[in-house]
């Protein structure tokens, strides 16, 4: 099985502290019984600090884990974890 290991500071990641305030933003909805639309805005935007946060660690994963870091920079494989990563970017943004 791969064990892998990132390290992201939260106060740094700016999809980190979105999802930590959408987190508090729901709790206190749901604590005050809020507007169900008020609380499916903060759903929607909680999950785009989802989003967010999965790509971020995907972007650092992808270069590190999935590819051989000491590989050619120019190599197919090198090239082909790129256009991954462009790919995990415009998705998950």
């Given amino acids: 099985m791969w064990v892998t290991s990132f390290a992201i500071n939260p106060s740094?990641?700016?999809?980190?502290?979105?999802?930590?305030?959408?987190g508090n933003g729901i709790k206190r909805l749901l604590g005050d019984a809020g507007d169900c639309s008020r609380v499916l805005q903060q759903l929607a935007a909680?999950?785009?600090a989802i989003n967010g946060l999965m790509a971020e660690i995907l972007e650092?994963?992808?270069p590190?884990?999935?590819?051989?870091?000491?590989?050619?920079?120019?190599?197919?494989?090198?090239?082909?974890?790129?256009?991954l990563v462009d790919l995990v970017r415009s998705y998950f943004r």
Avoid: L, T
């Avoid at 740094?12 to 959408?22: C, D, H, K, L, P």
């Fill in 46 to 48: 909680c999950r785009r």
């Fill in 12 to 22: 740094s990641s700016r999809a980190s502290a979105a999802f930590g305030g959408q």
């Fill in 60 to 62: 650092d994963h992808i």
């Fill in 64 to 83: 590190f884990h999935v590819v051989d870091p000491d590989v050619d920079p120019e190599s197919e494989q090198a090239e082909a974890a790129e256009q």
